[in-house]
Structure formats: structure tokens, C-alpha cells
């Protein structure tokens, strides 16, 4: 569970089921003890929640509940006997707790860890609105448009039954009002006085085009909150309608999908700066050495920085050794190097020396759906 007004403010409630080799696992990084006495009253099954009672498994499996959240410092209260002062304040910790059933049927809590803890979730709403987890969805944006097309749509169908009806009408008395013309054979011949015929009476459903126009009107509201313009629909454009206005038409038209779509990638481009570039630095310093194929850029790129450092090391042995030296032959020295580095073709070993970058600011820049190709 979670704050069901706004997640990120509540606290959040995980469900895990881990296996017994999972569980050994976690010993070291949970309570020893609690984790051997949590797999040795692990269950042969899992609770299925939808059909309301539990799935038998061949193996067995501990339900294990992930609680994080701001919470009294003294719930980290290791002593039971330890008093703490109410003032001690709030923080934020981590609860790993598992279930049992004891022999009178009882359910029976252990704690497999709890500490404190760094908030490590993060939410995105499409729509801000208060009161709600996930903001405001695209559906939601086109109730009202929908609401009142359903109004209109429904006292049609009323009006067209109505309309339907074939009532007929007569001020003569020799025509029995309770005859029904279903019931009269063909031929059949009914007589009425002068001036008294039988006729019908007209349903004409004179109000329609007012419920037309409300749907149509509706329609236009739903594709302009939609963003849905005709050129997106797929529809073609009045006849004699310049192509730029179009284009121009559809470039507005999809402007806040690209704004929405734009929000998400900046979202996406948060999360893979605070969490995976640690995953990136981490794998650069354990000194990998791969083969890797290089475009003939990198290849000269790699080749000129190649050789100006081994052109400096020569003439720099050279200058210690007494030597003379000129520009001259630094300059010459680095096109032959050049030359020779290019002929290896261009699969070349790469290798990140171990804890070569443990020092240095790892800074990685992430394009996501386009949104920062150009930044």
C-alpha cells in the first residue's frame, strides 16, 4: 500500500516472496537469527489475493513485508526495557518483517531488519492535481465531453423510439379505438363517417438537430482538449487548403504530446543520473579490458593522442640522455607513430585501469526520446 493522496508523503508497504536460497542470501545483511527462524517456519505455498486463500507450491517460500517511511525514532528500539523521551523526534527507517502462524492459530511478526534509511522511490505525475497519487490521466481530461455526449446520445435513441411509433387518429365512433392494425387481415376494409377519417398522427423528432449540434459541439471540445486536430486524425483537409497551413496546424496539434513526452523523458534523465551512473563508475574501476570496434573519428582521434604522448616520452629520454633535439623530429616522430597505429585496423583492446577513475568526477550525458540531443 501507499498514500493513496500522494505517494512520495506516506509511508509505502512491499510485498516480497523469497525463496529459501534468497533468504540465505540475506543473511549478513539481515538478523542471523530471525532469517533462520524465518525459513524454518517457511510454508509450502503462496497467498493468491485475487482468489482469497493460499496456492500450494512444491517449495517453500517466506512472505517477506517491505515497510518504509517516516517514523518515531523509537521504533528503532532495540531494548524493550529502554524508555524514550517523546520529544526524540521522527526519522526515516526501513522495516523487514515477515509472518508465522503459531500453533493456536495466531499470527506471530519477526523482524528481519530495521534501520535508518535514504528516501529511494520517485514518482511522476502526468497531471498535478490534489488528492490524487498519479495526478490527472488523459481519460479523466475528456469525462465531462463524454458525460454530455452520453446525455444527448441517450435522449436520441429516446426520441428516435418515440418517433418510431405509428399512432393513428380518428373522430368517428364506428372505429374502435382498442383495434390494433396488426391484428386486421389484408383486404380488410374499415369504414369511418364523412369528414372523420383515420390518420396518423406525426412524430416527427423536430428537437434532433439541437442534440447533433451538442455532440458535434462536444466532439470538438474532446479533440481540442486531446490535442486531436484533423491532420493527427488521419482526416484530410478541406479542399484548397494550403499545405503549410497544415503543417503548421499539425506541428501545434501535436505540441503537448511532445511537451508530455518531453516531461517523461526528463524524468527517465533524473533517474539515470541519480541511480545508474554509480552502476557505470563502478563497473569502469574494476580495470575490464574488451574488444571494441572503432569509426575511423576515433581511430584518429585515439592515434594523434597515442602518438603525441609516446613522441613526448622519446624526445623527453632523449633531452635526460644529452641529446639534441628539434620541433622538427617531435612532429615527424608523431606521423610515423600515427601512421603505424592506424595499420592495426580498427578493432583495437580497450582497457579501464583498475580504480582509474575512483578519483575523477564521473559526469554521463543520457538522450532520452531525443529530449536532450540538442541541449
Known amino acids: ?46 497467498h493468491n489475493a485475487l482468489a482469497g486463500k493460499d496456492s500450494q507450491s512444491p517449495s517453500k517460500s517466506v512472505e517477506v513485508y517491505e515497510l518504509r517511511g517516516v517514523f518515531p525514532k523509537t521504533w528503532l528500539n532495540t531494548d524493550e526495557n529502554e524508555e524514550y523521551d517523546e520529544d526524540d523526534g521522527y526519522s526515516r527507517q526501513v522495516h523487514i518483517i515477515t509472518f508465522y502462524k503459531t500453533s493456536d492459530g495466531k499470527d506471530e511478526g519477526i523482524c528481519l531488519y530495521k534501520g535508518k534509511t535514504k528516501q529511494i522511490f ?12 498519479c495526478g490527472m490521466g488523459g481519460i479523466e481530461e475528456l469525462y465531462q465531453p463524454q458525460v454530455w455526449t452520453n446525455f444527448s446520445e441517450i435522449h436520441l435513441a429516446n426520441m428516435l423510439a418515440s418517433a418510431s411509433k405509428m399512432i393513428l387518429q380518428t373522430a368517428s365512433k364506428n372505429v374502435a379505438v382498442e383495434n390494433d392494425l396488426n391484428d386486421l387481415d389484408n383486404n380488410s376494409i374499415i369504414t369511418y363517417e364523412d369528414g372523420k377519417p383515420l390518420t396518423q398522427v406525426p412524430l416527427q423528432p423536430i428537437n434532433r438537430q439541437a442534440f ?29 487548403t494550403p499545405l503549410g497551413t497544415v503543417e503548421i496546424v499539425t506541428q501545434q496539434g501535436e505540441g503537448i504530446h511532445d511537451y508530455r513526452k518531453g516531461k517523461i523523458a526528463d524524468f527517465w534523465h533524473e533517474i539515470y543520473t541519480d541511480w545508474v551512473v554509480k552502476y557505470f563508475a563502478a563497473d569502469l574501476n574494476k580495470g575490464n579490458r574488451w574488444l571494441d570496434e572503432l569509426s575511423m573519428d576515433e581511430i584518429q582521434e585515439v592515434a594523434q593522442r597515442v602518438a603525441e604522448t609516446s613522441a613526448n616520452a622519446q624526445m623527453i629520454e632523449a633531452v635526460l640522455a644529452g641529446q639534441d633535439v628539434v620541433e622538427e623530429q617531435r612532429l615527424l616522430l608523431i606521423d610515423l607513430i600515427k601512421e603505424d597505429f592506424r595499420k592495426g585496423g580498427k578493432k583495437r583492446f580497450i582497457e579501464a585501469m583498475k580504480d582509474e577513475f575512483k578519483k575523477l568526477p564521473l559526469k554521463l550525458k543520457f538522450s532520452v526520446a531525443g529530449k536532450q540531443k540538442n541541449l
Open 1 to 46: 500500500f501507499c498514500d493513496q493522496a500522494d505517494i512520495m508523503s506516506g509511508a509505502i508497504y512491499l510485498k516480497h516472496d523469497y525463496e529459501l536460497d534468497q533468504m540465505y542470501e540475506m543473511k549478513g545483511k539481515w538478523y542471523g537469527d530471525e532469517v533462520d527462524m524465518a525459513i524454518l517456519q517457511a510454508k509450502k505455498g503462496k
Open 122 to 133: 520517485k514518482a511522476y505525475k502526468r497531471t498535478n492535481r490534489f488528492g490524487t497519487a
Open 212 to 240: 447533433d449540434n451538442s455532440i458535434i459541439k462536444w466532439e470538438q471540445r474532446a479533440n481540442t482538449l486531446g490535442s486531436a486536430s484533423d491532420p493527427s486524425l488521419g482526416k484530410n483537409p478541406t479542399s484548397g
